[in-house]
């Protein structure tokens, strides 16, 4: 590309103006920031990030320089600069935009091989048979895969789930929702377990769960990758399966899935054939452990003698601003003894496909968040995102620790099936606690 063609954005996505006008660089971003936290240099902060996008902007350095390329995807994008910024900078637009504008003339992981490259843009996502096909075979041939790619996603079962038309009944008399559950796509092959919890707990707190063979991925892959038209088209399809569905609510149990969905009214916001009805797809779309704390889960739990850390995903407590649903669920599970630990909003660096485009930095977050996990000896770690679990797991892998990683719909599926009508007056008065 001509030296021309790298100076400033260009076209309709690029960053911004306004957005870069509201930050006043007080520095409040910087102890928020999970990779300012690891190196302490002001270009790997959200607020240097900001003037290397306006020095583009305005031309000052160049679009595809090595340094700004490296930052744009250095950033995780887990929006905990958003939570702690009191100018209310939405630089997460501003990320995604400058990620669009970099991926012209720096595609996104050049010099990783072509297949690695796909599953970290996400195209593969959007061919489920294909995919389905090639996780089998890294199942069965897994030491032959790539090296990162081993590293985090470790062995696989050849178990999947698969989103088929099912339509599954409330398991209570009282019908208290149809829902629209959307399986995410790096959920559906490595925690098929997951799902089937998910299902199990939601049916029996009174819902009609439906799940349309016509979803497809949410688009958070393409948007990291600096690709929203793909994302857009994405975003469509999703929108008229949930039409089709007649459903009252979409749930998902993937953060990331909930998060990248609930955007949908801003990625469709220009496309007057579709921005009403994304608006309102996105008015209808619930994290599950935000759906469940919302209606009220089924008190028939029974106890369970654990000792667990609970690890905020950042992609529920900062970009969808849901904090304590989890929590508030796994406090109403008889015996459960929960911990937050230190920086438990701190992100784990393990977002879409980021431990894959940036591995380095991606080890050094999954140590750290591990650490603060592991400090209070629990005896299982709980998250509410499959993401999160496959990077805190790579990383308890790496340390030759088997301690489990589940999601907390696993738990509250455990202990509906622990309950036991006769003993629950001694259930009840095992109540969760703290310590």
Not at 40 to 53: A, D, F, M, N, Q
Not at 179 to 200: I, K, M, N, P
Request: hydrophobic letters at 40%; charged letters at 25%; aromatic letters at 6%.
């Amino acid at each position: 590309m001509a030296p021309e063609e790298t100076r400033g954005f260009t076209g309709e996505d690029a960053p911004p103006q306004s957005i870069l006008d509201r930050c006043v660089r007080c520095g409040l971003c910087l102890p928020a920031c999970p990779t300012y936290l690891e190196t302490r240099v002001e270009t790997s902060s959200p607020r240097g990030r900001i003037t290397l996008i306006e020095a583009v902007a305005n031309q000052r350095i160049d679009l595809g320089s090595p340094g700004f390329v490296h930052q744009m995807h250095e950033c995780l994008g887990c929006g905990a600069c958003g939570t702690a910024c009191p100018s209310g900078v939405d630089y997460g637009s501003l990320l995604a935009a400058a990620r669009t504008q970099v991926e012209r003339v720096a595609p996104l992981g050049s010099p990783t091989p072509r297949a690695l490259r796909s599953i970290v843009s996400g195209r593969l996502f959007e061919r489920r048979r294909l995919f389905r096909a090639l996780v089998r075979c890294y199942a069965w041939f897994g030491a032959l895969g790539p090296r990162e790619l081993r590293r985090y996603v470790g062995r696989l079962s050849a178990r999947f789930f698969r989103p088929s038309g099912q339509r599954l009944r409330s398991a209570t008399l009282e019908r208290r929702a149809t829902l629209f559950y959307h399986a995410g796509c790096v959920e559906q092959v490595a925690f098929s377990e997951t799902c089937q919890a998910s299902l199990r707990v939601l049916q029996h707190c009174g819902c009609e769960v439906v799940v349309p063979g016509d979803q497809v991925c949410c688009g958070a892959w393409a948007i990291a990758a600096g690709q929203p038209e793909r994302a857009r088209a994405l975003a469509r399809r999703n929108v008229a399966a949930f039409e089709r569905a007649d459903a009252d609510i979409l749930v998902a149990d993937s953060a990331g899935c909930s998060a990248a969905m609930k955007d949908y009214r801003t990625l469709l916001a220009a496309d007057p054939a579709w921005s009403n009805r994304a608006a309102r797809f996105s008015l209808r779309v619930r994290d599950a452990t935000e759906w469940l704390d919302e209606i009220g889960i089924a008190p028939e739990l029974g106890a369970l003698a654990l000792r667990v850390a609970y690890v905020d995903p950042c992609r529920l407590v900062h970009r969808q601003r849901v904090a304590g649903s989890a929590l508030r669920l796994l406090r109403r599970i008889p015996g459960l003894a929960v911990r937050v630990g230190e920086e438990a909003t701190i992100c784990c660096g393990g977002p879409g496909a980021y431990a894959l485009r940036q591995p380095e930095m991606s080890r050094r977050l999954a140590a750290r968040k591990l650490d603060c996990a592991l400090a209070s000896e629990p005896d299982a770690i709980v998250t509410a995102d499959p993401e999160c679990a496959l990077q805190l797991r790579a990383e308890l892998r790496a340390r030759g620790n088997t301690l489990p990683v589940r999601h907390v719909v696993e738990l509250l599926d455990d202990a509906y099936a622990a309950y036991r009508p006769t003993s629950g007056a001694s259930a009840a008065s095992a109540s969760s606690t703290v310590w």
